[in-house]
């Protein structure tokens, strides 16, 4: 059985690096084999951490890359830098970063370097509303296959995909969907997927985020049909992180 993946997304969190630090300590304390776990902190205090914690049998990942590698582009960094600072993951196209104008095409050249440069890429998907009439699948669908255009098949063996529905992101939102509503999609994403990759697609891991905690992470993936979860602010608590890692596996 493919191993289960637990992606901890940091977002603008914390605000030292003696707090970054603590939390990777506690975090990797009693990591099971079975999972993968990824932590994505902000990107000023990645290399230190990948670079003292080298021993821990945890993966760093940055949540966001540049399209480019090199140029006269102040306040960015490329995804060659961000591997050469430690980062084996990325985070591309996540909706927070939609949110500032990241458009689709920008997402599609963000997650073609990334993945040129080595990167395993977590591509984000998900609507922003759902509707009695379908429309979000569409929306959905439109979303993915214009992220993944021009991604070859041997591109996507580092490919992931994230469905993380917006009204199910942050403290202000609805909260965790229904898992068994995570089922349908997750086999609504697969099947667009296999329309660009083929059978390959049944090789790219998918993964739920939204609100995800010590007691739904169980649930999503059994009943979500998921390999594995995207967790915001539960990743930066160090003990119900484990927990979810627990229940992961
Ligand atoms: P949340 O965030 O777990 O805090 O809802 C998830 C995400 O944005 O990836």
Not at 55 to 78: C, I, M
Not at 149 to 171: F, H, N, S
Not at 201 to 220: C, E, K, Q
Request: glycine share 8%; with cysteine.
């Amino acid at each position: 059985m493919a191993k289960k993946i637990i992606v901890g997304n940091w977002k603008l969190n914390p605000q030292s690096l003696e707090e970054a630090e603590s939390i990777v300590k506690i975090t990797s304390r009693k990591l099971p084999r079975t999972t993968t776990v990824v932590v994505c902190p902000p990107a000023v205090f990645l290399s230190h951490l990948a670079l003292t914690k080298r021993k821990l049998p945890l993966r760093f990942g940055v949540q966001d890359v540049f399209p480019e590698n090199s140029g006269a582009v102040t306040g960015e960094y490329g995804p060659k830098m961000a591997r050469s600072a430690g980062a084996d993951y990325a985070i591309i196209g996540h909706s927070e970063r939609r949110a500032f104008g990241e458009t689709n095409d920008t997402v599609n050249k963000k997650l073609k370097a990334s993945l040129k440069a080595g990167l395993i890429s977590i591509l984000c998907a998900g609507e922003k509303e759902r509707d009695h009439h379908g429309h979000y699948l569409s929306f959905l669908k439109a979303q993915i296959e214009e992220s993944i255009e021009g991604v070859t098949r041997p591109l996507a063996e580092k490919l992931i995909v994230a469905y993380e529905p917006v009204w199910a992101i942050g403290e202000k939102s609805r909260g965790a969907m229904n898992p068994r509503d995570l089922h349908e999609t997750s086999l609504f994403i697969r099947k667009v997927l296999h329309g660009h990759f083929g059978n390959k697609a049944f090789s790219v891991p998918l993964l739920y985020g939204g609100s995800v905690d010590p007691v739904n992470a169980r649930v999503m993936i059994k009943e979500g049909n998921v390999e594995g979860l995207l967790v915001g602010r539960e990743s930066l608590n160090a003990k119900h992180f484990l927990k979810i890692i627990e229940a992961a596996g």
